[in-house]
């Protein structure tokens, strides 16, 4: 199967209030920033693009089409879009290229979470006629997932102020992170629980802002003479909407999707983690098999910035920087989707 | 190259104003088990599911695939949710030919629909928004003015649209599936309709309805041991421009062009009329006929009105190039699902089971989807023959 690789990616600073700043002037940046970091003009130098974004985090139906006021499509171009994390855009435009009508694709997610409650919000993708009208939101909804597993003996609290406070300090790094820094295990744990057992500090943050990345052939990375990485393997899998159908302490869906996408044909250096909430990060681990070998978010992971419709992409970037920086030679991205980790994809990059 | 597939099964609600009898899981579902038994096959034959809709906010439900995966059988699998504005259905059934094309999946389920008693389409289209102009119009409303150059550029009669909304609607009466039954409609009947967007007579406009489409969608090996004819992918394409720019073409608009044009050379066609037998085209506004005509390449521009006028579109009038046989948009109009109807419709006609809206011997088929300001554009050929 033709070998994809990844040659740039771009994301803009994590912030909790990007003001007046509309979608289209969220985006523009970064795709600046991601076309000249390969060396392109604009979008008219790739040849398929695709984004991803939820209209109800603008409030308006076609939230994608101003979208495309931000790419130059004059001429037009191929252009799709997902109501989902763009980590399933970058999926879409691997089969795009891998069917070969495309030898390259732009891919980026953009989010403006903070007008409305997002919590509130994410409500509404439960099922319509059941859950929906009860309003649950996605941080009780989180909730009841950690408790879950404290009442079973799987986690203490202290372990998921450890995955907070790592988080914090490993945000330092990331120049584009919201929260970060040096906080002590035993003065998180100190601070009042926010929807118990849940602290604010286990929760992500409410973040504005949007990322982009470009994959394409090796033949074209090659071309266009910039450092890359390959995408060896992705695949995602999703699982029952029913909540009580699900053991929630365990992540189904993702060892699924890491075994489709080959995780365990070589080590795993680094993961980047889709994980909202500081249990599922362990969820996640365990259900991975991540051992200490592996460095789990690096970046800091979502705790520390989360773009809602772009946090997946941002994985996948990640990890991409990591392993062109020399870093790590291999690793995974993951990305999520639903209430209590329902859909996930995972993604493995090595090195050229 | 692209690996061949082929559409394998078809399934379809009948299309109505109101499905109270069904959730929007159960609607789903519907489609995709006929679909499924159309194709001789199960649930767990299938590997991946794709899905598409219009707007979230129609139906009030954000992201609906992780409610949908348990009514389509997807729980394990990976599922897919498009939204590309009205051509969704058409650009998501590319998106699940690409699973196949490329070579990742051997057989993948796609799904678009629309619950439009549940939801309000014209509400979700005109929520205010910050630094832009209010728009509370629909898309009628939006779409009247350029229907009204194209008029003044056409020269065309006054009556072009009355026409394609009468023959439309026989059309529709040969399709049980089919929301407006109006096998008696008259010229003079959609002449008396009330005016809603001028030159937009109410009969001259779709109609909202309840309903899903689905298709299964295989490779080469798998679709020659299918139990009824595939239909065999012969092109695919998308293009999408801006809403707006500086010396857009608003009455044929580039992405249209590029994209037929596109689709074509895959397909080897090089005359549309002469090439191709049948077209299902997005035609949601009786004047949008001829405009896609001369879009799509059938007419020279300026020409497109007269094919209509001869009867060259019209089954009944033994056109040469019937387009819409299923009777199109102006008959049934879920809006996510409307592209994928068209889509699905082509194939049923290249497999010869359109019953008794069957264009005979059919074997090369366009179907074609638009959405936004006529920006986002969605187009496959099918045929009866791999090449």
């Given amino acids: 199967m033709q070998q994809i690789a990844i040659v740039g990616y771009q994301q803009s600073d994590c912030v909790s209030w990007a003001g007046a700043t509309n979608e289209v002037e969220l985006i523009m940046p970064v795709l600046r920033r991601v076309f000249d970091q390969v060396g392109l003009a604009n979008a008219q130098d790739v040849d398929f693009v695709c984004s991803g974004s939820c209209d109800y985090l603008q409030g308006a139906a076609f939230a994608f089409v101003a979208g495309v006021d931000a790419l130059g499509a004059v001429p037009p171009i191929k252009e799709s879009h997902v109501e989902m994390d763009a980590a399933w855009a970058l999926y879409e435009s691997m089969l795009k290229i891998r069917m070969g009508h495309a030898k390259s694709a732009l891919i980026y997610g953009f989010g403006k979470s903070s007008p409305g409650e997002l919590p509130i919000v994410l409500s509404q993708q439960l099922d319509p006629y059941y859950l929906a009208p009860q309003w649950v939101d996605t941080i009780s909804l989180a909730a009841m997932q950690a408790r879950l597993m404290l009442d079973q003996g799987l986690i203490t609290e202290r372990d998921m102020a450890e995955v907070v406070a790592r988080s914090r300090g490993n945000a330092l790094n990331n120049p584009h992170a919201q929260l970060s820094g040096d906080i002590a295990v035993d003065e998180l744990l100190a601070q009042e629980t926010y929807v118990s057992p849940l602290r604010k500090s286990d929760c992500p943050p409410v973040s504005d802002g949007a990322s982009a990345v470009i994959i394409c052939t090796v033949e ?18 999703i699982e029952s909407h029913n909540l009580a159908m699900r053991d929630l302490t365990d992540s189904v869906s993702t060892r699924q999707a890491a075994q489709g996408a080959g995780m ?28 200490e070998n592996t460095q789990v978010n690096p970046s800091g992971g979502v705790l520390a910035g989360n773009l809602m419709m772009a946090s997946g992409l941002s994985r996948i970037g990640e990890l991409f920087n990591r392993i062109t920086s020399g870093e790590a030679r291999r690793g995974i991205a993951h990305a999520t989707s639903g209430p209590c980790l329902q859909h996930n994809l995972v993604t493995v990059v090595e090195s050229a | 190259m692209a690996n061949l597939a082929a559409v394998v099964g078809i399934g379809q609600t009948k299309y109505t104003t109101k499905r109270g009898d069904v ?17 001789g096959l199960g649930w767990d034959d299938i590997e991946a599911v794709i899905i598409g809709k219009a707007p979230d906010m129609f139906e009030g439900v954000i992201m609906p695939e992780i409610y949908l995966t348990d009514a389509l059988g997807c729980n394990g699998k990976p599922m897919l949710r498009v939204h590309t504005a009205g051509s969704v259905g058409g650009s998501t059934a590319l998106v699940a030919a690409s699973h196949v094309q490329s070579g990742t999946f051997k057989r993948v389920l796609t799904v678009a629909f629309e619950k439009q008693s549940e939801s309000n389409a014209m509400w979700a289209l005109s929520t205010p928004q910050p630094f832009s102009v209010h728009l509370n119009a629909g898309a009628g409303g939006y779409f009247a003015p350029i229907i009204r150059e194209y008029m003044r550029r056409s020269e065309a009669p006054y009556d072009v649209g009355i026409k394609v909304a009468v023959k439309d609607r026989l059309h529709g009466a040969r399709n049980p599936l089919a929301h407006l039954q109006k096998p008696d409609i008259t010229l003079q009947e ?31 090996d798998l679709a020659e041991q299918s139990p009824k004819p595939p239909a065999w992918i012969r092109g695919v394409a998308m293009r999408s421009e801006p809403t707006m720019y500086a010396g857009r073409e608003e009455v044929s608009p580039q992405a249209g062009r590029d994209c037929a044009a596109d689709v074509y050379q895959q397909a080897g066609i090089t005359d549309p009329r002469r090439d191709l037998d049948c077209a299902e085209v997005y035609v949601p506004f009786s004047w949008y006929e001829p405009m896609w005509l001369e879009n799509l390449g059938f007419a020279a521009e300026g020409e497109g009105w007269k094919l209509t006028m001869e009867g060259a579109t019209s089954l009944d009038e033994g056109g040469d190039i019937p387009w819409n046989p299923s009777g199109g948009v102006l008959c049934s109009n879920p809006i996510g699902a409307s592209g994928m109807i068209r889509f699905a419709e082509a194939a049923r006609q290249v497999r010869g089971d359109a019953g008794a809206h069957q264009v005979e011997g059919a074997k090369l088929a366009l179907g074609h989807a638009y959405g936004g300001g006529a920006q986002f554009f969605s187009m496959w050929v099918v045929g009866s023959e791999k090449s």
């Fill in chain 2, 190 to 220: 959609v002449e008396e309709s009330f005016m809603l967007w001028d030159p937009l007579r109410f009969l001259e406009a779709c109609p909202s309805s309840d309903g899903a489409c689905a298709m299964v969608i295989a490779s080469e």
């Fill in chain 2, 23 to 39: 959730s929007i899981a159960g609607l789903v579902r519907e489609a995709a088990a006929n679909a499924l038994e159309d194709a």
């Fill in chain 1, 264 to 291: 365990a044909d070589g080590s795993v250096d680094v993961a980047e983690l889709y994980a909202p909430f500081s249990h599922q990060e362990i969820i996640l681990t365990r259900a991975l098999g991540l051992g």
């Fill in chain 1, 220 to 237: 074209q990375a090659i071309e266009w003479g910039v450092p890359y990485a390959i995408i060896s393997g992705i695949d995602h899998r």
